[in-house]
């Protein structure tokens, strides 16, 4: 239960991954013209940053210089306007990167989320669920940042620099060269900081989400922590968690602000140096006042860019680890999938039958004789007959299930229904003949009729009879508003034997041929007991049903009862058979009725 503290396995993606663009390249595709469009306003944003200390010179060298008032007038007015202008700019930029994240987002998520939801669920055996939704969440975020932010701020930084550069150069190669002296040591303070202090951050992030994914969990199970008195265990955990989160944290933040606070004297010492070296131009008549001015400006403009550039680099790592975790889901092919050209199956007819089926949920499948969950698994449903599963708990009975249904497939054997082999019929075909009541009843936050109907369309009078034949109404009169009442996760807000008979109601209201029901082991008060009873006998009638149940007392008048051990059939037959053979069966059935 307790996390250690390596939880977040956060790789670091490469600083620029080739192969990695060109598969996400295809992704960002459907918003070329978009990106496209936001590039041209931010060249014309990096642009319009250029002129402030051009139009400063201006000002000092030809208008004031010149006594010219009415053109520093016409200069000042133009410099309002520029002002304006930016500001403008920088919206409507602003406003392009926003509606082209968000539509980038939604559409990843949409894809990563809908194949996800093809795939098998062995998968989702082996992926803990808050892991899954933080890629789902987190990944795309981060691929969304790469392709507006990061991009941008990269091209922006490069086209600032660039220009500026290009200005100095061309105002006066030789205060140029004095400013190029110093930045190489710019450039080396942010390589470091990059290289040293970054990493701590990293660290941090991850100490941080091992504290909010613990804090997650100990609040999920807040009771059980509770009734075993294990607060003190679980403070002490959080300490631990938070101390060493400081550990690192307090290290990164000091480092992080000496290095601003080299930076900003470094930024001093450039514009000493420019004044002095510029200044001495300016005496000798080699450099006019305002292109000084315009130097000192476009220094105090350079660390911008070269900070968000180094600032970016990281988010491009993230983005590239983030991309390959995507590409992870999205490279994963399901297992069970319809077989081209799988054929339909419009009724039930006849029967289903397990011919010695062989199952592992693990990779080592048949390694081992221990290995297998089922064993020479056969049986026959015949059409309108009910056959019961009953047996231990690990014994294998859901496996059987799991495995009707394809959410897994066999390794050997053969599972038919009308003499067909299941896995030559389309799934969705396969698993709408059959109503699944499960074992750990599911209800998602939501009203009782979503959770009826899951969304498709019942008609009003086949949910009410639903209702009606499994005592629901009992349930619905108590709930405020009846089917339209809201539901609290996993509905919180009802017994758990009503929660069993609104999945009853569930099963039967789309009124399958085939009924399978999944017993839950849980006891029930013995009103609620004679309810899911009467439920049980109801849903059954006239139904083709396979009945996994632990209360033996629903299965007495099954037309067949399987006894599940270990993975293999021990006992089959009819209740009075079973007795009086006097195996496992008759002893089950001592132990509950005497
Ligand atoms: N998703 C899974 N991945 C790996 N092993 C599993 C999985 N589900 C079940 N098993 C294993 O398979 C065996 C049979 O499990 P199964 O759920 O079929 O038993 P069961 O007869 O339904 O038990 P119960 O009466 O408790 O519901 C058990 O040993 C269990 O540990
Ligand atoms: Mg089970």
Not at 322 to 348: C, E, M, Y
Request: with cysteine; glycine share 8%; hydrophobic share 50%.
């Amino acid at each position: 239960m307790w996390h250690d503290d390596s939880i977040e396995d956060l790789p670091v993606g490469k600083l620029y991954d080739g192969r990695m663009l060109k598969r996400l390249l295809p992704l960002v595709a459907p918003f070329r013209a978009r990106i496209l469009a936001a590039g041209l306003v931010l060249l014309a944003s990096s642009g319009l940053a250029l002129l402030p200390p051009l139009l400063l010179r201006r000002a000092i060298d030809v208008d004031i210089a010149g006594r010219d008032f009415h053109g520093l007038l016409f200069t000042a007015a133009a410099f309002v306007l520029l002002q304006a202008g930016t500001a403008g700019v920088g919206f409507l930029l602003q406003v392009a990167l926003e509606s082209l994240g968000v539509r980038m987002v939604s559409a990843l998520k949409q894809r990563l989320f809908g194949h996800m939801l093809g795939l098998d669920a062995a998968y989702f055996d082996r992926f803990a669920t808050g892991k899954l939704i933080a890629r789902v969440e987190s990944d795309t975020e981060a691929i969304r940042r790469l392709f507006t932010s990061t991009m941008f701020t990269l091209l922006g930084s490069l086209v600032s620099l660039i220009g500026m550069v290009a200005v100095m150069a061309s105002v006066s190669w030789r205060l140029f060269q004095a400013v190029a002296a110093i930045l190489p040591v710019i450039v080396l303070l942010t390589v470091l900081y990059q290289r040293k202090v970054r990493p701590l951050f990293a660290v941090v992030r991850r100490k941080y989400a091992g504290i909010v994914g613990f804090l997650t969990e100990m609040v999920q199970g807040v009771r059980v922590v509770q009734a075993f008195s294990r607060e003190p265990a679980v403070d002490r955990r959080l300490r631990e968690l938070n101390a060493s989160m400081l550990k690192t944290q307090l290290p990164s933040e000091i480092l992080s602000m000496g290095f601003f606070s080299l930076m900003g004297v470094f930024e001093i010492i450039g514009l000493a140096v420019i004044l002095f070296a510029g200044g001495g131009m300016v005496a000798a008549g080699a450099l006019t006042i305002g292109s000084l001015v315009l130097f000192l400006g476009y220094l105090r403009q350079f660390f911008g860019p070269v900070y968000a550039f180094s600032e970016q680099v990281n988010v491009m790592q993230r983005a590239f680890a983030a991309a390959d975790r995507v590409f992870q889901i999205l490279d994963l092919r399901p297992q069970v999938v319809d077989k081209p050209g799988a054929a339909a199956w419009p009724a039930f007819a006849e029967a289903i039958e397990f011919r010695n089926v062989f199952f592992s949920y693990g990779e080592r499948a048949g390694q081992q004789e221990r290995d297998w969950v089922l064993k020479d698994i056969c049986f026959r449903v015949g059409k309108g007959q009910k056959v019961a599963l009953v047996g231990a708990t690990g014994g294998g009975k859901t496996s059987v299930i799991n495995l009707l249904l394809r959410f897994y497939d066999a390794q050997q054997g053969a599972i038919t229904v009308d003499g067909r082999d299941i896995r030559d019929i389309a799934i969705a075909d396969l698993r709408r003949k059959f109503g699944l009541v499960l074992q750990d009843v599911f209800l998602f936050p939501g009203t009782v009729r979503e959770n009826l109907t899951l969304g498709t369309e019942i008609a009003e009078d086949r949910l009410l009879k639903a209702a009606e034949i499994l005592g629901l109404k009992r349930i619905l009169r108590k709930l405020p508003q009846g089917l339209e009442s809201e539901l609290a996760e996993r509905g919180a807000n009802l017994s758990q034997g009503e929660r069993q008979l609104m999945s009853f109601a569930r099963a039967l209201a789309f009124d399958p041929q085939i009924l399978i029901l999944d017993e839950a082991t849980s006891s029930v008060d013995p009103r609620s007991e004679r309810l899911i009873q009467a439920g049980i006998r109801r849903l059954l009638k006239g139904r083709t049903a396979i009945i996994i149940a632990h209360r033996l007392s629903t299965i007495l008048d099954a037309d067949r009862i399987l006894v599940v051990h270990k993975g293999r059939i021990a006992e089959s037959g009819t209740h009075e058979e079973l007795m009086e053979k006097n195996g496992y069966y008759a002893k089950l059935y001592r132990i509950q009725f005497t």
